[in-house]
């Protein structure tokens, strides 16, 4: 009974965070991945506490342990595996119900005291505070490595998303300490945490939302736009190409020509992966022919090598114009994945 005390709590947990994907942003096999990385987290910890139990002191467990937790979320982020708030909750949550799943197991079987009121207040409050504040710390570092991506492409860094940033993996770090610190009736603590996590996640929901909406909508309307015009030999005519015109001068002609090339298979590729990212949304994505699927490999490879082709330099002049949203490297991502099944 104890095990199910300790343990169900978690997986309710997980699954309720993953059933508020609206968008399927996370598939169910990353999401075991992630639960196996959480416990390997917390194995991880367990042998380091065990093997600096005389200079680490206790104060230092909360910090090390989201340290920890947050590397495979930092790797998923840094690989554009996350890109919007709502995937970075779904796979923070995993990770850290992963780590309480395995820290219960080793509290039940190492614990001294592990009576089934203290193991129900582990899988209902501990496990709680661990998947919340896994989930604050991965949203936090997908907004570092957003921030990151604009100022390497000379993009500007929003000052706004810098001090969200620092808040949001401060925040964790201090509620995991101050909730190893400080305790009260544990009815009222549960009830504070449920509270404070349930209110991250519903805000983290609606603001995801909004932002994937907006992602979508606005960049859908640009690019069709100014694919429209490369078609009909307009681009001059709007501000893309004006700017393109402005530094036409700083490239040879070739270069320039693989520019314009490469613009334009950029919004063809990410109106068709928009779309087809909308028709997943929406329940109705009907399978690719195999012409078309060939075709849009065919597109990406030209986009790819045409990468090569230009060098680091161009890519940072046109930076402006190509803006390649994290969400946007996803999307071409999972639309090369569904062509190239076979």
């Not at 009736?185 to 996590?197: A, T």
Request: glycine fraction near 8%.
């Amino acid at each position: 009974m104890q095990f199910v005390a300790s343990l169900l709590p978690i997986i309710i947990y997980i699954l309720v965070v993953y059933k508020i994907d609206h968008f399927a942003l996370v598939n169910k096999r990353r999401l075991l991945l992630l639960v196996g990385c959480g416990m390997l987290t917390a194995l991880v910890c367990f042998g380091l506490f065990s093997w600096l139990a005389d200079w680490l002191p206790y104060s230092v467990h909360p910090v090390a342990e989201e340290a920890v937790k947050a590397v495979p979320l930092l790797v998923l982020a840094w690989r554009k595996r996350m890109v919007f708030f709502i995937d970075s909750v779904i796979c923070g949550a995993a990770v850290g119900g992963g780590f309480s799943i395995l820290e219960n197991l080793f509290y039940l079987v190492l614990g001294q005291d592990a009576g089934l009121g203290t193991m129900l207040f582990r899988g209902l409050e501990v496990a709680l505070v661990h998947i919340g504040c896994s989930a604050v710390v991965a949203a936090g570092l997908v907004l570092l490595v957003r921030q990151t991506e604009r100022w390497r492409s000379r993009l500007g860094v929003r000052p706004f998303d810098v001090v969200m940033t620092i808040l949001l993996l401060v925040a964790a770090v201090a509620a995991h300490v101050c909730h190893n610190h400080l305790h009260f009736n544990p009815v009222m603590q549960f009830v504070s945490v449920l509270g404070v996590m349930g209110g991250l996640l519903a805000w983290t929901y609606f603001y995801d939302v909004d932002m994937i909406h907006r992602w979508l909508d606005g960049g859908l309307d640009q690019q069709i736009q100014l694919f429209q015009s490369i078609r009909d030999g307009q681009l001059i005519n709007t501000s893309t190409g004006a700017f393109l015109e402005s530094v036409k001068a700083s490239f040879p002609p070739l270069v320039y020509f693989d520019i314009i090339c490469y613009v334009r298979l950029h919004a063809e590729l990410s109106v068709t992966a928009k779309v087809r990212f909308l028709m997943r949304e929406s329940g109705m994505l009907p399978p690719l022919g195999e012409h078309e699927r060939q075709q849009v490999l065919a597109k990406y490879r030209e986009f790819k090598q045409m990468e090569k082709n230009m060098g680091a330099s161009a890519m940072l002049t046109i930076a402006p114009v190509v803006k390649l949203h994290p969400a946007d490297v996803n999307a071409f991502r999972n639309l090369i994945s569904e062509c190239s099944i076979t």
